[in-house]
């Protein structure tokens, strides 16, 4: 068991720079794997960034590799998602998820509430 919440949305400006951290509260934190997903307003929601148990593996959407940072830090429970060059695109509500069935990320058993990330021309 799990439970995530993010924090550290915003509104900031094209070009900006802006940390989402995810803090997990549980005693087995650092056995799954992490991602981040996205969902703008009337899309899908899509995988942003994933990573491992132990932080060395990390996965990336096409659309903001090399922007994006994903990071964990097991012995604080926290996984971050450092966005760089934001585009207006990139507005979503940003969500922090635990996996335990995969290794990437990208199958995730635990959701946290979503933090608001705007982006403006």
């Known amino acids: 068991q799990v439970q995530l919440v993010e924090s550290g949305g915003g509104l900031v400006q094209a070009g900006d720079s802006l940390r989402l951290s995810c803090a997990a509260s549980g005693r087995t934190f650092s056995s799954y794997a992490m991602g981040w997903f996205r969902q703008a307003p009337g899309k899908e929601r899509e995988f942003v960034a994933g990573?491992?148990?132990?932080?060395?593996?990390?996965y990336y959407a096409d659309s903001v590799k090399g922007r994006f940072t994903i990071s964990r830090d097991n012995a604080k429970n926290m996984v971050y998602l450092q966005m760089s060059t934001l585009k207006p695109e990139d507005t979503a509500v940003y969500s922090c998820?635990?996996?335990?069935?995969?290794?990437?990320?990208?199958?995730?058993?635990?959701w946290g509430q979503g933090t608001q990330v705007t982006v403006s021309s």
């Open positions: 998820a635990a996996d335990s069935r995969s290794g990437r990320g990208d199958s995730p058993n635990y």
């Open positions: 990573i491992n148990w132990s932080g060395v593996l990390t």
